[in-house]
């Protein structure tokens, strides 16, 4: 098994193996995309070994440092619902839910599932929402139960902790305790074997756009310095990161590389990027002295076409884009270059995906 590499797990008590009582983490992203999340069974023993990630459905991504992008789409932890499941039974109706949490909307119109676990037929046991600025609890033991934990005044991403049990609910902001709330109902320990959702629910009925990393699981309540520490051990490491820098440009579209159709007999790749080539009309923000400017465009995503992939050329648009080399996770995608100058450097379209609607969606002429 491979530590966590910043440390949250040793903050707030690494699981012993072999222990039959075991309180502790049963799930944690670590940020390490060479081992991206790390599963515990109720007796505290490993699982899921030498590798395991999230599934993943629709029109959601993976960034640097195994961070979820969500557009709508969702990740799941398939495969381990039988550990979930059985170790939060063993919780004596007590869980702690931690994550570093980031909205891409302030006042979405619908209520988005940040995190919720629950099987695929029937309601969310338990989910964090964000309905307009407010992140939400939302409970659904004998009868539905919500809490407001935070308003979101702005995007800033922070680390939340949220601790649950019979007695209270705290909520901690960036390891601070920021809000309690009467504790639980005593039915809601009986949890069927589910999964954790990331970015919608499993019926798609609740998307979310945002970004999350280093969720972690724990089938007890944290005490407040354990949730300090495993939060300050968090933020120190995504801190620690060399920042990435971006250029906000105003361009206009020239021409966009031809990229492999999903159906093409023996192709495999359910998500494809596409360079294209924009003349720089404004530099925004940023340093950049060229008049023209390749950029990594997504054209698909699980095989659904976006908003991208119908954009005529002669088009005007405002992007954000850093270098596509500083994405080490897209190196494995599948990137089509048609340009003539291949040797440019390309940069990557950070912008807000959206998929083309139903009726527009390209299909096989077969």
């Known amino acids: 098994m491979v530590a966590s590499s910043a440390g949250a797990a040793e903050a707030a008590g690494a699981p012993p193996a072999g222990k039959d009582a075991y309180r502790g983490l049963l799930l944690e992203m670590t940020g390490d995309s ?16 030498p590798f395991y990630d999230f599934a ?4 959601a991504l993976v960034d640097r440092d195994y961070s979820l992008r969500l557009e709508g789409g969702t990740f799941s932890s398939a495969s381990a619902e039988e550990y979930l499941g059985s170790g939060l039974r063993t919780g004596g109706g007590e869980l702690t839910l931690a994550a570093y949490f980031q909205p891409s909307i302030l006042s979405p119109t619908n209520a988005g599932c940040v995190i919720g676990y629950g099987t695929a037929s029937n309601e969310l046991r338990f989910a964090l929402l964000q ?34 049990g019979k007695k209270e609910i705290v909520f901690y902001r960036n390891g601070e305790k920021a ?34 990393e280093r969720v972690a699981l724990y089938n007890k309540i944290l005490a407040p310095e354990e949730a300090r520490k495993a939060a300050m051990a968090i933020l120190e490491d995504i801190r620690s990161r060399p920042t990435v820098p ?56 699980d095989r659904i076409f976006l908003s991208n992939s119908v954009r005529k050329p002669g088009a005007s648009r405002r992007i954000v884009v850093e270098e596509l080399t500083a994405n080490p996770q897209l190196s494995k995608t599948q990137r089509d270059n048609t340009l003539d100058d291949i040797e440019a450097d390309v940069y990557y379209d950070l912008s807000p995906i959206y998929a083309l609607p139903e009726n527009e969606q390209p299909k096989s002429k077969k």
């Open 56 to 59: 993943k459905k629709g029109l």
């Open 246 to 301: 971006r250029i906000e440009i105003e361009g206009t579209l020239l021409t966009r590389s031809t990229y492999t159709m999903p159906w093409k007999e023996g192709f495999d790749y359910r998500e494809v990027l596409s360079v294209c080539e924009y003349k720089i009309n404004r530099v925004l923000s940023g340093d950049y002295k060229g008049e023209k400017m390749h950029v990594a465009e997504w054209m698909y995503v």
């Open 179 to 212: 809000g309690t709330h009467p504790g639980l109902p005593a039915d809601f320990p009986a949890l069927e074997d589910g999964r954790l959702y990331f970015g919608n629910d499993a019926k798609d009925a609740r998307p979310w756009r945002g970004r999350l």
């Open 131 to 164: 309905e307009g600025s407010a992140l939400q609890l939302r409970l659904t033991p004998a009868e539905s139960k919500s809490l407001t934990l935070c308003s979101l005044t702005n995007a800033e991403p922070f680390h939340f902790t949220l601790a649950i």
């Open 34 to 49: 060479l081992r991206p999340v790390n599963v515990w069974d109720a007796s505290g023993n490993p699982v899921l070994d």
